[in-house]
């Protein structure tokens, strides 16, 4: 069991290009979320899925993102059209079950310029 | 909107001291109450988490402190190390019908210092 696993870790780009992170959860963890964090604050919940099943997405996510757990393993989430407001930290979890602990990844900077 | 509010934003204690984080929450329907700790260039990682059931709960040196009628948790980090040291998060979900998807606080940062 090697954890929550994301990549890449560091990413920059220049605003208008389209970016994809990816997320790979504990083996058998059937949950998988995405955060978003900015500099000084806490997570704030983008989206989750159960197993394939995207559940529920955030207000946060606008029309330029989207996510995606094909097979219900690893998760892909997609930024189109950069713009300067989306640098910020994306973090990933899984847990096995809904009453089980989230388990974090490291967590993919983006930096747009 | 703002559910779950934290403070200090910043503490600076003493080796062997105790360490007190305190945190609101707005929403009723809560029902899971986690503290993560954060060093930099790191996920969060879970420390301890209360079920609004229970008013403490306790875990090595860290203790949660929760009052329901008040709304308000707590974490306590009793004789507290350098390698304490990091940022804390509070956070609240709803387990039942919310799909456990986590609020945090804007998060303390802990100095320990020797």
């Known amino acids: 069991d090697t954890g929550v696993s994301q990549d890449p870790r560091h990413k920059i780009t220049k605003r208008g290009q389209n970016v994809t992170f990816r997320c790979d959860p504990i083996?058998?963890?059937?949950?998988l979320y995405w955060y978003r964090q900015t500099l000084g604050q806490g997570p704030e919940f983008l989206t989750y899925?159960?197993?394939?099943?995207?559940?529920?997405k955030s207000r946060l996510l606008s029309d330029r993102f989207s996510a995606e757990r094909p097979k219900g393993s690893f998760s892909t989430l997609e930024i189109q059209r950069t713009e300067q407001g989306d640098s910020a930290m994306y973090l990933c979890?899984?847990?096995?079950?809904?009453?089980?602990?989230?388990?974090f990844g490291p967590g993919t900077r983006l930096t747009v310029l | 909107q703002q559910q779950v509010k934290q403070s200090p934003q910043s503490l600076i204690v003493q080796k062997g001291g105790i360490s007190i984080i305190n945190c609101a929450y707005e929403?009723?329907?809560?029902?899971?109450f986690p503290w993560y700790q954060q060093f930099p260039g790191k996920g969060p990682a879970l420390l301890i988490a209360?079920?609004?059931?229970?008013s403490e709960k306790k875990e090595g040196r860290f203790t949660i402190s929760f009052n329901k009628s008040a709304k308000q948790f707590s974490l306590h980090i009793m004789d507290s190390q350098p390698g304490d040291s990091a940022t804390y998060f509070c956070?609240?979900?709803?387990?039942?019908?919310?799909?456990?998807?986590?609020?945090f606080g804007t998060g303390t940062q802990l100095k320990v210092e020797l």
């Open positions: 979890a899984s847990s096995k079950g809904l009453n089980n602990e989230q388990f």
């Open positions: 083996s058998e963890h059937n949950r």
């Open positions: 899925f159960q197993n394939e099943a995207q559940l529920e």
């Open positions: 929403n009723t329907a809560f029902d899971y």
């Open positions: 209360i079920r609004p059931d229970v």
């Open positions: 956070a609240a979900s709803m387990i039942t019908g919310g799909g456990n998807k986590l609020t």
